[in-house]
């Protein structure tokens, strides 16, 4: 498997800091200092799946290939205003797309969960382009007023086009059945036979308990993929992690030892936009040119689940 195109979409509402003082009590300063976020940009007029159509678009255009030529599309969600069908089906029909398309939910994790279903479809022969797009509300399942959770997230999409190649070095996924550390459950429609009791809430999340196994899970899955491929930290361009916490960034940096310039970061941007993050922050590098063929990259990410993938690919472009 190789990448040869990347594409992301932010929604125009940006919320700062300030912005939020306003209403929550907070501070700029709590937020920056814990999590490194200074802005967030989340939907307001747009829909989920015109943001992801046009990531996806711009991805399609940088690989140099049209929706006719991709074989499989894989959407990387975790909720957005549909149930069913799945976004991946709704965004086929946006770009004019006519292959089969499967939607998936690994939280956070999801981009290298997709990276890891083409792979296997690339090498099975089933395809030859492959269309992957994560695309993320979770300012949708949070309590605007809890001060705890939704300063941390924004929304936004990032898309990759994926091809044939020998450039997928080593993948790792794991899943840790942990789910009441960070979890959100929907209400679904009443019956006149349901006699059990149902609690809904906007997402929860015991917060210290994330940021430990975000760091703990990151730094073994990357050690291991490491070891796996006998490289040294050093050998690694760029780490591109998943984008939650400043904080939980510089502590993978600080455990693996590497030096600060090998681990780009967007979150004081974007905040946490869950699996879009991975591709939205390759593709800031690529368009700003910082990107060379031969390039050893490694992403990681974690969510709830518990679920983390891992990965070490080589850049082809
Ligand atoms: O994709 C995975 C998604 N999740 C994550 O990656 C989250 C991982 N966890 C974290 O990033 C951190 O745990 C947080 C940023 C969520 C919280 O930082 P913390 O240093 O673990 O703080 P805490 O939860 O222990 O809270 C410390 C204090 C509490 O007050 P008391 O009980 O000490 O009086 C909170 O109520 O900070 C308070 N607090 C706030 N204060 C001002 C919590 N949120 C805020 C806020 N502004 N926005």
Redesign the pocket.
């Given at each position: 498997m190789k990448i040869i195109g990347t594409g992301s979409v932010h929604p125009k509402c940006s919320v700062s800091n300030e912005m939020?003082e306003k209403f929550?009590?907070?501070?700029d300063e709590?937020?920056t200092e814990?999590?490194g976020i200074k802005e967030r940009c989340v939907i307001s007029s747009e829909k989920l799946e015109d943001l992801a159509t046009e990531a996806a678009n711009k991805a399609l255009e940088n690989a140099g290939l049209t929706a006719k030529d991709i074989d499989f599309i894989i959407c990387s969600n975790v909720v957005n205003e549909y149930v069913t069908p799945a976004l991946s089906c709704i965004i086929q029909g946006k770009l004019g797309a006519t292959c089969p398309t499967v939607d998936i939910n690994a939280?956070?994790a999801g981009f290298i969960f997709a990276l890891d279903m083409a792979e296997d479809k690339l090498q099975c022969k089933k395809a030859k382009n492959i269309l992957i797009v994560c695309a993320e509300e979770p300012s949708r399942m949070v309590s605007w007023k809890n001060?705890?959770?939704?300063?941390?997230f924004g929304d936004g999409a990032g898309a990759a086009v994926v091809t044939e190649g020998d450039e997928m070095k080593a993948i790792r996924l794991t899943t840790s059945s942990l789910t009441d550390v960070?979890y959100y459950q929907r209400a679904l429609e009443p019956t006149p036979y349901i006699d059990k009791e149902e609690n809904y809430e906007p997402l929860v999340?015991r917060?210290?308990e994330?940021?430990k196994h975000?760091v703990t899970s990151s730094c073994r899955d990357i050690r291991t993929l490491l070891n796996q491929t006998n490289l040294k930290p050093e050998d690694i361009k760029y780490y591109v992690l998943?984008q939650?916490?400043r904080?939980?960034i510089d502590s993978i940096r600080n455990f693996l030892g590497v030096d600060e310039a090998c681990v780009p970061h967007n979150v004081e941007r974007y905040g946490?936009i869950?699996s879009a993050a991975l591709p939205a922050l390759l593709d800031e590098l690529n368009r700003e040119g910082k990107l060379q063929k031969g390039d050893k990259l490694v992403f990681s990410?974690?969510?709830?689940g518990f679920t983390t993938g891992a990965c070490i690919i080589e850049w082809a472009k």
């Open positions: 939020l929550l009590e907070t501070t709590w937020i814990r999590t939280a956070c001060r705890s959770t939704c300063v941390l960070l999340m917060g210290r994330v940021f975000a998943h939650a916490n904080r939980i946490n869950s990410a974690f969510g709830a």
